[in-house]
């Protein structure tokens, strides 16, 4: 997993400070990955169209147009001039060599957005986002430097540069992973700036997942039996259908016994799975909310037991929630946007709706790792969130393939089947993020296709 930062002014500045490394030659190790970007992408001789800023995003762009003077046909348009010092700087030796400044857009073979990157406040303006508009509908290649313009904490613009490749400078930044980020930033690579990127970085308590973290359940104990890999026990409500799909899950991810704990009615359960009208005593983990409904359950049960648990869909509409994240520990929530705002609202910590949590995710999600932080919170999305002590972990790797209903109960499954097996809750929840993610992406089916059973079905060839 990698190091994901609120802003990196502190780490520029401990270069300054304890390597000596002035911002001059970090702007200059920027501006070569720059230019290694568009070498691997744009033949010599083609024309590159420069969009660059006041301040020092701008001074990376101008700096990359001087590098590649004559070796491809470069020019800048600064639409808002050169204003701070070391973009004033780079524009003097730009021009020296004799390099060209426009007065406005251009067609070329590539597009080069140095315009605001990370130090974006406020939404652009009329004038930026026509320009980016523009820029926008022409078929070219485009690059982002630090962060695509339009972008900023916890904000969108109304136009967003459309990138093929971000460049964060340095380290990589917590605004490039917002959902409403994701159609923006294309591939996202991280230029070293003068050391080696982990000097530069210090701690942080946010991570992003990649996929060597899934650490899949693999049987390695030969004097085994169905009783050394746990028991999942799942609750079924008025939607049964959701706790079937949970549950194979939970069987074809390495739980050795999978019980659907029904109603008591003459429920139809698949011959793979058993159930039962009570908790088995041996269980090892429960999973309870998919397809609930208004089914009543004791939450004494879940108070007094000492297993883990898994918590979704429409228990996060109940106030007994409440006691449970109160005295239990070893637990995980898996809410989508809707839910986890009825969550908010339940437990006092904000009263916001769907919209609103989409705008700024990782702040709600640190508010609520605040108040809860023995509480693992999975808040799934176009990238998922997982927050546990603390500490927060980023899932890009999900597709728009999953939103389909059921997905989010095949989820519930693969946590409650790890849990049976002795995973923590933290394990868990990374490495059945993952796998509902990559076996999505590893099946060959149209993005609009997905039937939640072939994710249990890939689940089992990872």
Not at 47 to 62: H, M, Q, R, S, V
Not at 141 to 152: A, E, F, L, Q
Not at 153 to 164: L, M, N, R, T
Request: with cysteine.
């Amino acid at each position: 997993m990698q190091k994901i930062f609120d802003e990196v002014l502190t780490l520029d500045k401990r270069c300054y400070e304890e390597f000596a490394l002035s911002e001059d030659i970090l702007m200059e190790h920027a501006s070569m990955k720059i230019c290694e970007a568009i070498r691997e992408k744009v033949e010599p001789k083609n024309k590159i169209f420069f969009l660059c800023g006041p301040g020092n995003n701008g001074g990376d762009g101008i700096a990359s147009a001087r590098i590649l003077h004559d070796e491809y046909d470069v020019c800048i348009y600064l639409p808002y001039g050169a204003k701070s010092k070391m973009a004033r700087l780079q524009l003097k030796r730009y021009e020296l060599l004799g390099g060209r400044v426009v007065d406005g857009t251009q067609e070329a073979s590539a597009y080069i957005d140095a315009l605001f990157g990370s130090g974006l406040r406020k939404k652009l303006d009329k004038k930026s986002c026509e320009i980016i508009n523009w820029i926008n509908s022409k078929k070219a290649h485009k690059i982002s430097c630090d962060i695509p313009s339009g972008i900023g904490v916890g904000f969108i613009s109304d136009e967003v540069f459309i990138a093929d490749i971000s460049i964060s400078m340095g380290a990589l930044k917590l605004p490039l992973f917002e959902d409403f980020a994701k159609n923006y930033v294309g591939d996202i690579k991280v230029a070293d700036l003068g050391v080696a990127r982990e000097v530069y970085e210090n701690d942080s308590d946010v991570f992003l997942l990649e996929t060597q973290d899934m650490k899949l359940p693999l049987r390695e104990n030969k004097n085994s039996n169905k009783g050394s890999f746990g028991h999942t026990c799942l609750v079924q409500g008025e939607r049964k259908g959701a706790a079937i799909l949970a549950a194979t899950a939970a069987l074809n991810f390495g739980s050795g016994l999978i019980t659907v704990m029904t109603n008591g009615t003459n429920d139809t359960i698949p011959p793979y799975l058993m159930s039962s009208s009570n908790i088995p005593e041996n269980t090892t983990s429960l999973v309870i909310g998919m397809g609930l409904g208004n089914r009543e359950f004791e939450l004494d049960i879940l108070l007094k037991s000492d297993f883990p648990i898994v918590i979704d869909a429409d228990m996060f509409y109940k106030r007994s929630i409440t006691q449970l994240l109160e005295i239990k520990k070893n637990i995980i929530l898996t809410p989508h946007p809707k839910e986890f705002a009825s969550l908010l609202e339940i437990c006092d910590i904000a009263k916001t709706d769907a919209k609103e949590i989409q705008k700024d995710r990782f702040n709600y999600v640190k508010k609520f790792a605040h108040r809860f932080p023995n509480v693992t919170l999975i808040l799934k999305g176009a990238n998922t969130i997982i927050t546990t002590n603390k500490q927060i972990y980023i899932n890009t790797l999900g597709t728009n393939t999953l939103s389909k209903g059921g997905s989010g109960d095949v989820l519930s499954g693969l946590l409650g089947s790890l849990l049976a097996q002795g995973y923590s809750v933290k394990d868990a929840a990374i490495t059945a993020v993952l796998a509902h993610s990559i076996a999505t992406k590893k099946l060959k089916i149209n993005n609009y296709a997905l039937n939640p059973l072939d994710i249990c079905k890939e689940i089992k060839c990872l």
